[in-house]
Structure formats: C-alpha cells, structure tokens
Nanobody, 119 residues
Framework: QVQLVESGGGLVQPGGSLRLACVAS????????MRWYRQAPGKQRESVAS???????NYTDSVKGRFTISRDNAKNAVYLQMNSLRPEDTAVYYC?????????????WGQGIQVTVSS
C-alpha cells in the first residue's frame, strides 16, 4: 500500500508564501514523475507543476516565476514553494506520483490540502 501525505497548507495573505510538502510511504521500487495539481471551487482539477526523477521541472503558465517544485528522492518527497500568492491560487492542492512497483507503474494521489489566499 502506497500513501501520499500532503502538509503545509493554510491561510495566507495575498503576496505571502507557503511551502507544501508531500511524502510517499509504503513498499515500492522507485518514484518517477511527481506532480502538484489544484482544484478551485467550481473548477476542474488542473496541473500546477511536475518534476521528473531527474529533477526536470515544468510549470503551468499562471505560476511560472512564483512557484518552485523540488524533490528529495532520499525522502520520497516533493515540495512546492509558493511565493507571491494571489487570491486566484486558492484551491485544494493535490500531490500525484507515478510509483514503480515491480514491472508496473501506478498513479497515486494524496488526500489534498487546502490553500486559501485572502486578506
């Protein structure tokens, strides 16, 4: 059983910063690409950022220059440093990972964590 557990969300004022963390636990060989998604009320879930096992990052246009994704392979963790936060960044943020178990790769999701940007 593989679990992804997010932490670090909360309430922050516009212009502020938060750092999300997601740690994978369980029995697996390795983790390939790790991602952050978000879902705002009444909207579809959207990809925010991704990072490969070789630590090559990608970002959706709306967060470029403000968010930074990173990972620590030794800790099976992925992080999202969010700076210059805007009210439109308010959403539930989800961690996603492609986990190698034997010869197969499975996608796992965290339970989600609330980020609220408001004055």
């Amino acid at each position: 059983q593989v679990q992804l557990v997010e932490s670090g969300g909360g309430l922050v004022q516009p212009g502020g910063s938060l750092r999300l963390a997601c740690v994978a636990s369980g029995s697996f060989a390795s983790i390939n690409t790790m991602r952050w998604y978000r879902q705002a009320p009444g909207k579809q879930r959207e990809s925010v950022a991704s990072i490969t096992s070789g630590e090559s990052p990608n970002y959706t246009d709306s967060v470029k220059g403000r968010f930074t994704i990173s990972r620590d392979n030794a800790k099976n963790a992925v992080y999202l440093q969010m700076n210059s936060l805007r009210p439109e960044d308010t959403a539930v943020y989800y961690c996603n990972a492609d986990v190698q178990i034997g010869a197969y790769v499975f996608a796992y999701w965290g339970q989600g964590i609330q980020v609220t940007v408001s004055s």
